[in-house]
């Protein structure tokens, strides 16, 4: 018999009450070695991010699962503890409890395909394939490589899907600026195609974005630009600009809000592509735009700055593209 359990037997022979306190030691007896071994079983499958310079536990996963259809990786994420996998270099700065962590990477969704008529981005396709993708890049005449290429750098491009990019609705994103001035639309594995604006418009819920969709636009020319305090930070603002046979637009974002697009005035669009926008007009139809697109301030830049940001990257955007409407022409701008 153990010291413990003999004053308890003593105690009870004597016919008292055992006390508060052994009571409370006949509870430690009994389940603290069960609690304990608990605890250990489950922190030994538990994968946990761990932040030095917060000092803390972000990220705890308690189960990861690679999907084997889309179907099951759907059904899994109806769960509210569970959490669709991209690059998880956002996730793992996030500070949450995961149940099933769910792997897309099975899947082939890692593809970019291009045909005549349109790109279809696998959500699981990486920023750099985007950036290196050689018709991307010859449809936005280097604007979706302008957009990425100061985003961290190329190891986080390199595991940063487009999935994740899209699914996240970052208010900073380069990412969200360069689609949305594309007629581009997600697709969803439950709700189906959706334009990439309305997704964005819409309340974040558990399906899955499987692939991205860019339709290729006859006579498109676009343009990209963003403003950082320093190389590689996020965005103080971006914008891009496009044009294509049937209107343009002129795309705003890092507000710091999601991008915003505002189509152009037909007469803007006729000037751009006539090559005979003057400097002063893409000044006021930029100052014209500017003001229906809401902006705020935070550590990187004031609302008025991003006020004067919008006019600035408007302005250039807007002569830019004519530039490129010119050459398609053999013209040029003076
Ligand atoms: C330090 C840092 C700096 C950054 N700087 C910039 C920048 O300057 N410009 C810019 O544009 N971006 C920037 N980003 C964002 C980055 O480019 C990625 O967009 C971001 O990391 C998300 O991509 P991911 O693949 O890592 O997604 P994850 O972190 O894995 O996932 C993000 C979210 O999307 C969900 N998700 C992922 N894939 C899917 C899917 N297929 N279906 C449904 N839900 C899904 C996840 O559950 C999660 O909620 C930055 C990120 C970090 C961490």
Redesign the pocket.
């Known amino acids: 018999m153990t010291g413990l359990a003999r004053t308890i037997h003593t105690r009870a022979g004597t016919g008292r009450r055992p006390g508060r306190l052994s009571e409370l030691s006949l509870f430690l007896f009994l389940y603290i070695p069960s609690v304990l071994r608990y605890t250990f079983t489950v922190f030994e499958q538990t994968a946990v991010f761990w932040s030095p310079q917060r000092g803390y536990v972000m990220l705890k996963i308690k189960e990861y699962a690679r999907a084997e259809s889309l179907e099951q990786a759907y059904e899994w994420?109806q769960k509210k503890s569970s959490?669709?996998?991209?690059?998880?270099?956002?996730?793992?700065?996030?500070e949450r409890n995961v149940g099933k962590a769910?792997d897309?990477s099975g899947l082939g969704?890692d593809q970019i395909r291009e045909d005549g008529e349109e790109f279809r981005i696998g959500?699981?396709a990486?920023?750099r394939q985007m950036e290196r993708h050689e018709g991307l890049n010859r449809y936005t005449e280097g604007a979706v490589r302008a957009?990425?290429a100061?985003?961290?750098g190329v190891q986080?491009?390199n595991?940063?899907?487009?999935?994740?990019?899209?699914?996240?609705r970052?208010g900073?994103?380069?990412?969200?600026?360069v689609l949305l001035a594309m007629d581009t639309s997600v697709i969803?594995?439950h709700r189906g195609e959706i334009p990439l604006e309305e997704f964005m418009a819409g309340k974040?819920d558990?399906?899955?974005?499987?692939e991205i969709r860019i339709r290729k636009q006859p006579g498109f020319h676009m343009v990209y630009q963003a403003h950082?305090n320093s190389r590689?930070?996020?965005?103080v603002l971006?914008a891009a600009a496009a044009l294509d046979a049937a209107g343009g637009k002129l795309v705003f974002?890092?507000r710091p809000l999601p991008a915003m697009a505002l189509p152009l005035e037909e007469k803007l669009t006729k000037q751009l592509r006539g090559g005979n926008l003057t400097e002063k007009e893409a000044a006021e139809a930029a100052e014209r735009t500017a003001e229906q697109v809401p902006v705020g301030g935070n550590m990187r830049g004031s609302a008025g700055y991003r006020r004067h940001l919008t006019r600035v990257l408007g302005r250039r955007s807007l002569l830019e593209l004519q530039k490129l409407a010119a050459a398609e022409k053999g013209g040029t701008v003076s």
Request: contains cysteine; glycine residues 10%; positive net charge.
């Open positions: 994420n959490c669709v996998l991209g690059g998880m270099l956002w996730l793992k700065m996030s769910i897309l969704l959500c699981m990486t920023l957009a990425l100061d985003i961290v986080f491009r595991l940063a899907t487009a999935g994740g990019s899209v699914f996240g970052f900073f994103s380069d990412v969200l600026t969803l594995y974040r558990r399906d899955i974005l499987t950082r590689t930070d996020f965005p971006n974002g890092a």
